[in-house]
Structures are given as C-alpha cells and as structure tokens.
C-alpha cells in the first residue's frame, strides 16, 4: 500500500536527494519547522520504508577513464525475470538490470575500462545460457534530473 505523504514530506525528501549529508537543523530551517519534528518525519520515512538508505554519488570520470554502456538483452521466452538479474548481478561491472515489457527483455547498464573489456563482459552476459541477442549503446554523454 502507498504510503501517504504530504508537502512536507515530500520537501524532505527533495532535500535529501540533492544532499543525503544534509543536516536535520538545516532542512529544519528549509521546511520552517524545528529540528525534532524534521528528524521525527525522516525516521517514519524510514521505518515506512520510503527512505531505504543513504548512498554516495560518484563521479566515474574521477576515478579515471571508463566507459558505459546499455545492453539490450533478449532471452529464452521461457526465462523467468529474476534469473536475468540474477545472471546480470554475478557480473561485477554491471551497475543496474531493468526488466521491462517488450522488446528488449531486460536493459542491463554496465561500466568498463575499455572497448575490449566491454567486449569480454558482453561475451560474459551472452553465455548465461538465458541470452538469444543483445545490442549495445555506448554512452557518449549524461544528463540527469535531480529528483
């Protein structure tokens, strides 16, 4: 069952997403209430499930060059969609797996060194046994909304 938020909450929620480190006194103050209900708002947040944690954000190109890329992947028609993400997910350099409906099966999100390891873990994500074609898109370029 959806849980019931109103514009406070989502106000919150807002803030946390530019800045998980953001303190309670200063999304207090952005929301105009006191410390004590803000933490007491988050804390439900969390136990209802909507907050399910805190992460980092990093920036690939920091860590030194990369590359990603999107796989479309077409299976077996007979393959149930949690062993696709559980094949995917052995893969270390897979980042994210969407199922979806349609044509592809799934869309796998991966991140490698270069043009030849992308090659090496498009071979790996090919011999799972499920897989009966791919296509892949290399990313060129980001832009996201901030949530």
Not at 26 to 51: K, T
Not at 93 to 119: K, M
Request: glycine residues 6%; without cysteine.
């Amino acid at each position: 069952m959806p849980v019931i938020l109103d514009d406070v909450d989502r106000r919150i929620l807002a803030l946390l997403r530019e800045d998980a480190r953001r303190t309670v006194t200063d999304i207090a103050a952005q929301v105009s209430l006191s410390p004590a209900p803000v933490r007491r708002r988050i804390d439900r947040l969390e136990e209802q499930g909507v907050i399910t944690g805190y992460t980092v954000v990093v920036d690939p190109a920091a860590l030194g060059p990369s590359v990603e890329a999107y796989v479309e992947l077409r299976v077996v028609g007979n393959t149930d969609v949690q062993e696709i993400v559980d094949s995917a997910r052995r893969i270390p350099e897979v980042e994210e797996v969407a199922t979806t409906a349609g044509d592809p099966d799934a869309l796998v999100r991966i991140r490698v060194e270069n043009v030849d390891h992308l090659q090496r873990v498009i071979n790996r994500l090919r011999l799972t046994g499920h897989v009966t074609g791919t296509k892949t898109l290399m990313v060129l370029g980001r832009w996201r909304r901030a949530h």
